[in-house]
């Protein structure tokens, strides 16, 4: 090949080169979070006004989420988009999120498949409050590209999370031994109560019948109860408290003598057969899992900590359409411009968020 041919094969792949990255160029900012204008920045991290824009309108167009908020003192959308107040705490909370990310990405920690799969659980169950149903309702109506977002600043929070030290055996002990009386209070009754709940009369007859032949209780209301908070420890609901339960069954269950199995029991929530027997303290084993339960949550606290802490030197930056950055105790956050907002209705919040 002559120098001259050579030369004009290499002016191809040059031009071709440059071609090729000025049409990829978008794709990769955006991958680095560095399309389009700035919507807010921490430190070196940023989320793009096209991204917030694209979450707030999916806020504004969710016909579910917009019903939660129909008897609030301060709708979501006002005037045709998402409220000052609910749209600077938006972008505030998307403004935590990277400075969790800031930390992730010095710690050098990958977000794996189950990071996703628990911050999938979390996205879907933030808007939830205490309706299950509506929370379906609200996650299907979220455009796709909403979702994946979400999904996506939940995983930065599960991925930082296993930054925090295991819990130990040694720790499960000590903390057992510790906290007898937040364990195991005292019981005055000197019974705990369990019960089968289900919805209809004709199948609490049918319970009453398998009793009466002999078949385990805890057995039965593991497998028949519709109390989801005590079916899977055998209907058992602890120590029995006056005070904490409807009328006709803490009538029931006062009436109950240790060993003995209620009549079946109406109430607003469905029909129970009850059983009372003599309390016991919970042992150890018993104890694991809400004691592992709260010390996890403790020394996720502590990284949490570490996120609050970075944020008093971060240098956070917001557009004025969201709203403006203040400092309370150094910690900087989005709030609503006082003319949208008078100051003293504004939430502030030194937590850090969930997303």
Request: proline share 4%; aromatic share 6%; hydrophobic share 35%.
């Amino acid at each position: 090949m002559n120098s001259s041919k050579k030369y004009i094969i290499i002016g191809l792949v040059v031009v071709i080169v440059v071609a090729l990255v000025v049409l990829l160029l978008p794709t990769v900012k955006k991958e680095l979070g560095l399309s389009s204008k700035a919507g807010v920045s921490y430190n070196k991290l940023s989320i793009s006004e096209e991204e917030l824009d694209a979450d707030l309108k999916a806020l504004k167009d969710n016909k579910p989420l917009n019903k939660l908020f129909d008897d609030a003192q301060d709708p979501l959308v006002k005037d045709g988009q998402v409220a000052p107040t609910y749209r600077a705490s938006w972008v505030n909370l998307k403004m935590r999120t990277l400075a969790i990310k800031e930390i992730r990405l010095k710690n050098k920690l990958e977000i794996t498949d189950k990071d996703k799969k628990e911050a999938t659980k979390d996205a879907k169950e933030l808007f939830s409050g205490n309706d299950a149903s509506a929370a379906k309702d609200i996650w299907k109506a979220f455009p796709k590209s909403f979702q994946n977002r979400l999904i996506a600043s939940f995983a930065e929070q599960h991925a930082l999370m296993r930054t925090a030290p295991k819990v130990t055996d040694k720790q499960i002990k000590t903390f057992f031994n510790d906290n007898q009386d937040k364990i195991a209070p005292a019981c005055e009754s000197g019974k705990s109560i369990s019960h089968i709940l289900v919805e209809n009369e004709a199948d609490a007859k049918k319970i009453k019948a398998r009793l009466a032949n002999g078949e385990d209780f805890a057995d039965l209301a593991s497998e028949l109860s519709t109390d989801p908070g005590s079916k899977d420890k055998g209907g058992d609901l602890g120590c029995f408290t006056q005070g904490s339960y409807v009328p006709e069954f803490e009538a029931a269950a006062i009436a109950l003598s240790v060993g003995k199995t209620s009549e079946i029991v109406k109430t607003d929530f469905g029909y129970h057969i009850l059983k009372a027997q003599a309390y016991s303290s919970p042992t150890l084993e018993e104890s694991r899992e809400q004691i592992v339960s709260q010390l996890e949550q403790e020394n996720q606290s502590k990284v949490f900590e570490k996120v609050k802490e970075s944020l008093k030197d971060a240098k956070v930056k917001v557009l004025k359409k969201y709203g403006r950055v203040k400092v309370e105790d150094g910690i900087p956050s989005i709030v609503p411009l006082e003319a949208d907002v008078p100051e003293t209705t504004v939430p502030q919040s030194d937590s850090v968020p969930t997303t």
